[in-house]
C-alpha cells in the first residue's frame, strides 16, 4: 500500500478508536490497523470489488471503508442499521474527502431497490453464514462476487449454510485463509450464479426464525 493510503487509513482510524460511541472495542492505532484495516484488506485482490460494492452491517465501517480508500475506482455503497453509527462514519468520511463512498441507514433486507445492483457484495460480523448469505447474495448481480469475512470456525457454519447455497443459488468459489496477528481468518468468495427468487431476503424475523 502507498503511504498516502496508509495515511488516510490511520486517520480514519484514529476518529473511530475515539468515537464517542462504542464503534469498535480497540483503543490502539496500531492494533486497529491491524485487526480493522489488514483484516479487510489483506484477503482482498485486484480485480475483486468491481465496479461498485455493497457492505452490509458496516458498523464502523469495516471493512467498507478500507475498500473504498484501496480501491478508489470503485464505488461504495456502506449500509447500517444504526443511525448513529452510519451518520458518524459518514462525518468522517466526509472530513477525509473519501467521495467515492456513499451512507445509508437501513435493514437491507428492506432495500428492495438495490437488488442484484452491485458487482461485489461485503460483509464482516454481522450474522451467521446461513443468515448473512441471506442478507447478501440478493444484492449482487449475476456473476457477481460476495465475500464473508469469518474466523477459524467457518467450516461448521458452511455445514450449516449448505441449504443456503443451494436456495440463493450461489457457488462456493475460494476460500482463503490468512492471519492476522496470529488469529487464524478466512474469506470465504461465492458467485452468485443464477437470478435471485423474488422472496429472497425475507423479513429479519422470518430469517433468523427459519433460517434457510
Ligand atoms: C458486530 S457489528 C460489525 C460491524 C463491522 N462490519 C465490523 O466488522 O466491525 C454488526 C453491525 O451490523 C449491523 N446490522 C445488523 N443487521 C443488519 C441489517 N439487517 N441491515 C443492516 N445492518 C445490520 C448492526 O447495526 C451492526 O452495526
Known sequence: ????????????L???????????????LELAYQLLAMDSLIPLRENDVGNNFLDVGT?????????????????GLLVDSSRKKIDFV??????LNLNNLEFLNARIEEKKDLIEKFDSVFSRAVAELRVILEL????SKVGGKIFLYKGKNYKEELDN??????ELNVK?????????????????VFEKAKENDPKYPRRFNKILKQPL
Open 14 to 28: 484514529k476518529e473511530i478508536i475515539n468515537a464517542p460511541l462504542n464503534l469498535t472495542a480497540i483503543k490502539e
Open 136 to 139: 447478501t447474495v440478493p444484492f
Open 59 to 75: 458498523g464502523g465501517g469495516v471493512p467498507g471503508v478500507f475498500i473504498g480508500i484501496m480501491f478508489e475506482n470503485s464505488r
Open 90 to 95: 459518514r462525518e468522517v468520511c466526509n472530513k
Open 161 to 166: 449454510a449448505q441449504n443456503a447455497i443451494k
Open 172 to 188: 462456493l468459489r475460494e476460500i482463503r485463509e490468512y492471519n492476522i496477528l496470529e488469529k487464524e481468518r478466512v474469506l470465504l
Open 1 to 12: 500500500m502507498n503511504f498516502e493510503k496508509k495515511q488516510v487509513i490511520l486517520k480514519y
